[in-house]
């Protein structure tokens, strides 16, 4: 077939005709498309490789929990870690094969330094990583821990079987979930640092800190992830994801916080809790502020502001400043109980109000004749000791003991109302109830008010017989729009 040119010498632009190839490669045109076309599937691998790895990690970061879905994105980056780590290595080994096939060059190595990078951050850096739940972690006596506690340091309190333990703060912030056994009893703590919060219960022995994995502190509260069974444990309320409580739990264990000089005074004979983990050494020594931000809620109260927080399912809370020796009056947990500040430790204190069949109100006394009576009970005018005895009063009262209730101090206003939504302050003027605002708005008035004299209270919202009270779940109704990222 005769070839066409446009001038002497020179051929049709993109001839085919044999012999115009001397190279014996593809024509031009073929050359230029061919490698373009062939990009896409290389660029799909580093893509995919790199979202996954960046889900892996920072999608647990605490700083989601701030937006609207954000908790739940936490939950599922962790969920499904491990499936997301196979997929995004799959995508790089896919891109390997097409490197060592000889179909891309050498450089595209370079698409896989930030799936490097952030599996690093997610294993190596990401301060979560360096958490762990610890088993039996080694105790020694209050002389042997001047090396790693001081006087001034604060530790968590707990007598569990009549031992007393000190945990350093500085060691749990490195391992936040501690579980001992003492006799045939097992314990578990749990530490939200951020939100100054100390959890403990009773627990069974199918519950093992190898299978508690620690994930974040999504909105200044301790996640745990009980990979034995596919579950998130929250650290401040205790109870899992949606609203249960966890498999194994058995009864909350009374907490302290306090300095260790305070806490050895009291208790002489207590064991000191080793620090272990490699962040122990540089840990905070005193109580946090909360750190990460949290999502935007109408208060009435400032964020920070210190409160006394009294049960754990159906909880009431005060302002820590207001709370003195006066004993106030009031109903947590479907229960009536008294929460007051001991006069000589300034610890807070709370029992229920419970003598017999009778649900007694309490008063301070007044009387300085009344030795070792810091409250009296308007029912039978009995004297109580701080230590909830009665040391004073009629023959079939004295010595009758008022069963201690669940009381943690020095809460963040802010990070309890956020994981628990209905929960509201307490006012209190004087040392007595004006009004006690409970679970689903209730008040403390009606029977059994102050001054009448009654010895059973009408039942409240969340007490028996009264409308149920809510729910505590791990997912909190947000009452605000969540804000924007800031700078931690």
Known sequence: MPVLRNRPGRRRWDADEPGDNPRGDRPRRERDAGPQAGMGPAVGYCAVATVLAGVVGYGTHPVWAQYSHGLDFILLSRQLQWPFIALSLIATLALLATIIAGRRGAWWLIGL?????????????????????IENPNFVAPDASGAFVDNEDYVVGITFEGKNYAYPYAALYSTPAVIHAQHDKRLLLMWSAPANRALAFTVAREVKARD???????????????????????????????????????????????????????????????????????APRQPMRPVYPMPKMDLKQPAEASVAMIGLQRPAAMLSAPLSSAPVNLSADDAPVLA??????????????????????????????????LFIDTDTNSGWSAAGVAVEGKKEFRGKRLAPAP???????????????????????????VKVLELNGAGAGGAGAPGTGASKETPQAGEAGGKPAGTVSMKPARTGKPVGPKSR
């Open 113 to 133: 330094a930030p799936v490097l990078a952030l599996f690093a951050h997610r294993f190596a850096m990401d301060p979560a990583s360096g958490m762990a739940a």
């Open 212 to 282: 508690l994995d620690v994930v974040s502190t999504p909105a200044n509260a301790l996640l745990l992830y009980d990979t034995a069974r596919g579950v998130f444990i929250n650290g401040l309320t205790g109870r899992t994801s949606d609203g249960q409580k966890p498999h194994g739990f058995l009864s909350p264990v009374g907490t302290s916080k306090m300095p260790w000089w305070k806490w050895r005074v009291a208790h002489p004979d207590t064991q000191v809790m080793a620090p272990a983990g490699k962040l122990a050494t540089g």
């Open 407 to 433: 009381i943690e101090d020095e809460l963040y206003w802010g990070v309890m109302k956020y994981w628990y939504p209905e929960l509201q302050l307490t006012s209190v003027e004087n040392g007595a109830p």
């Open 340 to 373: 007051f500040r001991d006069p000589l430790t300034n610890i807070a204190r709370a029992f229920r109000r419970k003598v017999d069949d009778l649900s007694p109100r309490f008063k301070l006394n007044r009387d300085t004749s009344r030795k070792d009576v």
